[in-house]
């Protein structure tokens, strides 16, 4: 398995306040990785230092031996990394089609030849609202437009894919659809971080966790032995259960 | 790519609307009535350019008409230093137009909003002191002197129902240029920026230099309205291109609709002629228009034509509901 995007010593300060103190990780070539931490942790800080939102501090991050450190947002995704947001997943005045058409139209098209979703339609078929083709965004249930957020990512023709708490507001059975989803992307190539404090879908989804916590990085392995890793049990439940 | 048969269809009624506008100087209109017509031609072509910034990309300019007063100051220097006449001047102005329009853009990546259009507000005002103290070179405070006519094939397009015609043509080739950008590929980017700039940047689009090209975009259309402004007026001042004209634009395009092909046309059209059919003295008109701009925003937020648009597929609704409610019982559960 070889280093996809590898983040080494990442500091990143606003004024005084360390969000994140020196962290290293790295996301291997076909592997669904979970960032987990409490709030203020840094997940999200780390997500937007590595997406080009924000300059880091110091550190460096390396996609497939290039070092991308600090380049714009847009360029990001042009690279191969495609990133879903909390917040703000779609363009709501525009049709579904229309978002999907945006997405695949600013593609890098010499990115990668053998996507598997390369057209707006399959793309919608693929995650399962291609009856909403003609709807406008904002119109959408949350449900929908969660998925119509991961259609746009996965738009861009990602290697890997960055997801930045995709169950957040999702039902039990949208998220399992979801999980689903996510599941199949490892074997059409495209790697996947999750960033999420939902230790329920982590299980489900991810081999390999990695512990945020203040700024740095506590704990990193297999899911089962993360979870029963003492310091990883005192953030999470403040001590031994 | 254009979707052929859908978008057709957002382009036909305004053809036709200019068509029979073009048929008008048959009836022999007055010389009043053309000439409101034509100032109302010349502003709608800006407009164009406006609803592609502001309807399309969602940036508001407070100073759009300091790049008409760059198309005309263009033109009337163009004549008087080199004799370089209308059909030169038009490309000269877009150009010169867009280059500014260009330079207004560059603050509108560090700042949005509100922000935004008080700077583009101050800019129209900076363009009025630069041309009011040009001196000889602007002609100061009383402004240049247009000396040449349009011809075209060796006749003379100064009469007004010739003008008129000439107007019409433009602002038909405007129509149709808005209408092909805003159903292209480049449209959406755009509609993309104006709903959502954090994931467009991050489906790999550039933001930044797709809000400079509205601009300059944008400043094309101001420019050749400007010049058809100083061909037109034949005399043309710094304060025609303050930020009260401005203000009219902003308000013409927010009133027609910005989204809609058919929203600058109907703006300019209803601005330009209300006063007049109200008669309503330069006073009175300006209460109106504020009155109006607060009606819009209030219950029209995207314009008069969508408004109407929005009422008619209700009222097609409520007629085909009407029958099958009385179908389906109430109580049904």
Redesign the interface.
């Known amino acids: 398995m070889s280093v996809l995007l590898d983040i080494k010593g990442l500091r990143k300060q606003f004024g005084g306040v360390t969000a994140l103190s020196g962290i290293d990780l790295a996301i291997n070539e076909g592997e669904i990785l979970g960032v987990v931490g409490p709030n203020g942790s840094g997940k999200t800080t780390l997500f937007n230092v590595v ?1 080009g939102v924000h300059k880091p501090t110091a550190g460096t991050v390396t996609w497939k031996g290039k070092d991308i450190t600090g380049i ?7 690279n191969g990394i495609g ?1 879903t ?1 909390q917040q ?7 049709t579904v089609l ?1 978002n999907v ?3 695949t ?4 098209a010499s990115a990668r030849t053998d996507f598997a979703w390369p057209t707006p339609a399959s793309l919608l078929d693929f995650v399962g609202i291609a009856d909403l083709a003609n709807e406008k965004a904002g119109i959408l249930p949350f449900g929908s437009l969660r998925l119509l957020g991961l259609a ?2 996965l ?2 023709r990602p290697s890997l894919l960055l997801l930045d708490e995709p169950a957040a507001g999702l039902n039990d059975r949208e998220t399992a659809a979801l999980v689903g989803l996510v599941q199949q992307f490892p074997a059409h190539g495209i790697s996947v971080c999750v960033i999420d404090h939902d230790m329920k879908l982590m299980q489900m989804l991810c081999k390999r966790l990695a512990v945020l916590d203040f700024g740095s990085k506590i704990a990193d392995g297999p899911t089962a032995d993360v979870l029963h890793d003492p310091k990883v049990l005192e953030v999470y439940l403040g001590g031994e259960l | 790519m254009i979707k052929s048969v859908s978008s057709l269809r957002s382009l036909a009624p305004v053809l036709i609307v200019l068509l029979l506008l073009a048929l008008v100087p048959l009836f022999s209109p007055s010389n009043r009535f053309l000439s409101l017509a034509i100032s109302a031609g010349i502003n709608i072509i800006a407009l164009y350019g406006l609803s592609v910034l502001f309807g399309q990309t969602g940036i508001l300019s407070m100073g759009h008409t300091a790049l008409v007063g760059v198309g005309a100051y263009t033109a009337a220097l163009l004549a008087r230093d080199f004799d370089i006449g209308f059909w030169v001047s038009i490309p000269v102005a877009g150009i010169m137009a867009a280059i500014v329009a260009a330079i207004i853009g560059i603050p509108s990546l560090r700042v949005s909003g509100h922000h935004f259009v008080i700077m583009t507000f101050a800019f129209g005002q900076l363009m009025t002191i630069i041309l009011t103290n040009g001196g000889d070179y602007t002609g100061g405070a009383s402004g240049l002197d247009m000396g040449k006519p349009v011809t075209m094939f060796g006749a003379d397009l100064d009469a007004l129902p010739r003008f008129y015609l000439l107007v019409v043509a433009f602002v038909t080739i405007s129509a149709v240029a808005s209408w092909a950008i805003i159903n292209s590929s480049y449209g959406r980017t755009l509609r993309a920026i104006r709903e959502n700039e954090k994931l467009a940047a991050a489906l790999g689009i550039n933001v930044g230099r797709h809000k400079i090209g509205a601009f300059i975009v944008s400043g094309v259309f101001a420019g050749v309205s400007g010049v058809l402004l100083a061909y037109f007026l034949r005399h043309i001042s710094p304060g025609q291109f303050a930020s009260f004209p401005s203000i009219y634009l902003a308000l013409m395009v927010m009133i027609g609709g910005a989204r809609l092909l058919l929203g600058p046309l109907a703006g300019g059209i209803l601005v330009s002629f209300l006063p007049e059919v109200l008669n309503l003295d330069p006073v009175q008109s300006r209460i109106l228009y504020g009155v109006c701009l607060i009606a819009v925003i209030l219950f029209l937020p995207n314009g008069l034509i969508a408004g109407i648009a929005d009422g008619w597929t209700w009222l097609a609704k409520m007629s085909k509901r009407t029958p099958a409610a009385g179908n389906v019982p109430e109580a049904g559960r």
Do not use: K, V
Request: hydrophobic residues 50%.
């Open positions: 997406t714009p947002a847009n360029q990001i995704s042009r990133y947001f703000a997943m779609a363009f709501p005045g525009l229309e058409q945006i997405a139209e600013h593609s890098a746009l990512a738009a861009t």
